[in-house]
């Protein structure tokens, strides 16, 4: 393991883990001076029954400021105005965000202006913006993918304006992150693939891309070793609650990692393609992850044949011999999403050409890709991946993608 010459790891966040971890949240807000919490969610949230798990774990042990369940699948500006007003008007001291990534980043934006006592978000908007503390915030995922219960980030749209208004501070880390095994049993199996494949890219650009460090390695490898053992065991068997709650430790620990190192070309291609075609950011990470490897293998063969050993176990890692264990991990990657499609009968994509919409139309057809090209070349997750890459790279890996097929690394502009 290299140690750079200089880095900085930080995550101040309290993490709660547990099958019944739920009944600690009064104890902490009371520990952080909160009496009167904020309850934002979303209607899939409600509607799976997990909001009542969560207020029936609380309610009486401490007064719920506002609920409110109306978070759109895109953070909006708009939203988050409008409980901004809502947690004022109720008198509240704190908020409890229970949901995926875009109830955080909304639950965030809200924090931030109630925080500032502002209604003009942009004011706050990119690096280090914040300067002070804000109000208690206490984070319940309910998926085990996007890590934002334990990252420093939000995104949030302004969609009258086309803009996506980004945030970074350590002010917008959650004070607690709470990992209840309950939270995540309703989850369905396609989304349980594709969240779990959005932390493996977590834990594996963490751990290959170029601002990697020592603390944030050890987190990548721990919630790759996870994933490895449980994420296809839960897709099979989503009742196991012992594999839920391996799954959330996994998505915290691989939040942790690339909160603190950055990503690569996977999130760069796939930020791109949700912006231009709306294909879900997780099932964009289950697909371009082998080609984010592939393309990287010429400079990082060493650190992804690493990755092996998490992934697959000491036995695979010692009967593949060294020369072929990079490639190893890209094969059995693969073998994961072919895994995780038939597990779900055909739900988690593996290819872009099969990526379709609720009602069967594709959402990536093949003349779209200069334009995700074009949407990638405005992303700066690229800024970290080990080799640049052009517009001209861009396309021929989303071609590969798009058709599903390996990557032709002789065509690689080799920097």
């Not at 004011?123 to 319940?140: E, M, T, W």
């Not at 501070?169 to 396609?190: E, K």
């Not at 996977?266 to 990470?285: D, E, I």
């Not at 490639?327 to 073998?335: A, E, G, N, P």
């Amino acid at each position: 393991m290299n140690v750079p010459g200089y880095y900085e790891f930080c995550c101040r966040v309290n993490v709660l883990s547990g099958h019944d971890t739920l009944e600690k949240i009064p104890a902490v807000l009371a520990g952080l001076r909160a009496g009167r919490p904020f309850i934002v969610t979303d209607r899939g949230v409600s509607g799976a029954g997990l909001l009542d798990l969560v207020t029936d774990a609380i309610r009486g042990s401490i007064e719920i400021g506002a609920i409110n369940d109306e978070v759109p699948p895109d953070s909006d500006v708009k939203v988050v105005n409008r409980l901004a007003g809502l947690f004022r008007a109720s008198g509240c001291d704190g908020i409890v965000a229970i949901g995926g990534g875009s109830v955080m980043d909304t639950a965030k934006g809200v924090n931030i202006l109630v925080s500032e006592n502002s209604d003009n978000l942009l004011a706050f908007a990119g690096a280090n913006a914040l300067k002070r503390p804000l109000k208690p915030f206490v984070a319940i995922p309910t998926t085990a993918g996007t890590g934002s219960e334990v990252t420093q980030a939000a995104v949030i749209k302004d969609h009258e304006k086309s803009l996506k208004l980004a945030f970074a501070s350590y002010f917008l880390l959650p004070d607690a992150a709470v990992l209840d095994s309950r939270m995540t049993l309703t989850l369905p199996p396609a989304l349980t693939a594709s969240t779990g494949m959005d932390a493996l890219t977590h834990a594996m650009e963490a751990y290959f891309c170029l601002a990697k460090n020592p603390l944030s390695d050890t987190h990548a490898l721990a919630a790759i070793d996870l994933i490895g053992r449980h994420l296809l065991t839960v897709v099979r068997n989503p009742g196991d609650r012992e594999g839920r709650l391996a799954l959330a430790n996994a998505a915290t620990l691989a939040g942790i990692a690339f909160s603190n190192s950055m990503v690569g070309l996977v999130h760069n291609l796939g930020h791109a393609t949700g912006s231009a075609c709306g294909v879900p950011h997780g099932a964009c990470m289950a697909m371009f992850l082998p080609y984010g490897l592939e393309y990287n293998l010429h400079k990082r063969e060493a650190v992804i044949a690493e990755l092996l050993l998490p992934l697959a176990g000491p036995g695979v890692f010692a009967a593949t011999p060294p020369a072929g264990r990079a490639q190893k991990v890209i094969d059995l990657v693969r073998q994961m999403n072919q895994d995780l499609h038939d597990a779900t009968g055909g739900r988690h994509f593996r290819f872009l050409k099969e990526v379709v919409d609720r009602d069967g139309k594709p959402m990536v057809p093949r003349e779209k890709l200069p334009a995700v090209v074009e949407a990638a070349r405005r992303d700066g997750a690229v800024f970290y991946n080990p080799e640049e890459m052009d517009a001209e790279d861009m396309l021929m890996v989303l071609e590969a993608a798009w058709e599903g097929r390996p990557l032709d690394r002789n065509r690689i502009k080799k920097g």
